[in-house]
């Protein structure tokens, strides 16, 4: 077991905003008899476990347990941020779907029918708007000069650091929403609709200031240069599809910088990214924690692997669980990258391709809520690498965000699409250390489809997918099919407004300034 754990607060009190609020009045400074800032200014050393919380609205539902939700209203299980992240980015894209069909799950498993009120879409929302302001609050706070700290410009740059990711993803999934900054932080009234040019230049802004001001190494599982770097090359990588201008060069010039200076090395076993001893990885750059006994949630790591599993063809306790939920399958769009039979990929020579339960299992998913169709993913599990620890019913398996193999490969498209400042040789080269890595004959030769092919092989359930391919423009359309694109089981045609998701109701409700997105 890791040891690892989040330090509550006693005054977390402080620190829980009301999601509405957070959309709507922005009026957010706690109205306690102890401050915040009274509790740091008596207790400087009260500054890491308020980082800590913050670092945890990633990881876990609350820091309160499992069985509570920092999303008033929402429940604990289903609104922690990587379960949404691996809803939104990996459910409505080609390799993987969910069979509970429940409550929205099954509009996001065939990209159809999405609406505005479905839970998930305002579970991921709120999650944001519930992170952004109280990395503001603590941000402010921070900057006065009543609270003393001897590290304050880089807590104050890991805070801002996590405010960026979250606009991140909200420029990804939503495209658009208010933009709560240090300025506008104290609104007492609706702020106004922020485009998504607008809030992309905030975080670009932000995070080439704070860059210079992380460390270079950091505490395990906090922000340093790479991770800020990271964020930016993803920022830029996806920048065409953002803000309709490309910016492949500054995404080649920051990977090349994660890559150089980072000091990360491509693990010789793949699986030990994804096994419960993944916290002595080389190759992670910035992963959000779980743990079996005290980082608990249903919605980490825990929904891939319990998730992934069912009594009915699989022993949850091979895979270091003790419950089996029965409900994500990939489909032949992700196996098939690696051959075309069950046989196929048990005799390939890539270990990736074994990472695939096809015993009792059919290749092709007929129906989406049949578990025996299509193969469960076991790339996740609850287990350390070598194959030692005992089932849980929690994972102690973290997720990793940012990872080398995806800078390597950030390099190498930036290459294929003529960046300056990088060339071909060297992308040739780091692409085949990734596929070297597990076990497949190298390329001579790079072209984009095979770039988002290899991305596929190594990046699955790694939350990036549907993002992918939307920037290489197979995400719309009927270009690219896979099983139940568009709810129907071979595929079929989806509109282009499906590259963003709805502005949820209640957002919109609590703020009329916001404007639902097209299409919906």
Known sequence: MKNIKFKLLAFAAVLMLSTQSCVRDLDTEPKYDMTLEYVLQQDPKAVEGMLSRLYASFALSSVKGPGDSDISGADPGESPFIRGLVNLQDFTADGMKNRWGDNGLDQLTTTSNWTDNNKFFKYAY?????????????????????????NKEQVVSELRFLRALSYYYLIDLFGKGVLVNDETFNTSTPLPEASRTELFTFVETELKDIEGKLPAQNSYARANKSAARMLLAKLYLNAEVYTGTPRYNDAASYITKVISEGGYQLEGNFRKNFSADNNTSKEIIFPLIADAASSQSYGNTTYIVNGSISTDTMTPADFGATDGWAGHRATKAWYGLFAGSAAGLQSSPDVRAKLFWSAGHNWEMNDYKTWTDGFPS?????????????????????FPLFRLSDAYLIYAECAVRGAAGTSMGQAITYFNQVRARAGA????????????????????????????????????????????????KNGTAISDNYKLFPIPSTALQANPNLTQNPGY
């Open 126 to 150: 709120d999650r944001i708007y519930y992170t952004v302001p109280q990395a503001t609050n603590l941000i402010l706070i921070m900057k006065s000069d009543n609270v003393k700290y001897e």
């Open 378 to 398: 076991d790339k996740f599990w609850n287990k350390n690498s070598d194959g030692s620890g005992s089932a849980t019913s929690f994972s102690s398996t973290d």
């Open 441 to 488: 004959p190298v390329v001579s030769v790079l072209s984009l489809d095979e770039v988002l092919n290899e991305r596929g092989r190594e990046l699955g359930l790694e939350g990036v997918r549907r993002q992918d391919l939307i920037r290489f423009g197979k995400f719309t359309g009927g270009s690219y099919l896979w099983p139940w694109k568009g709810g129907v």
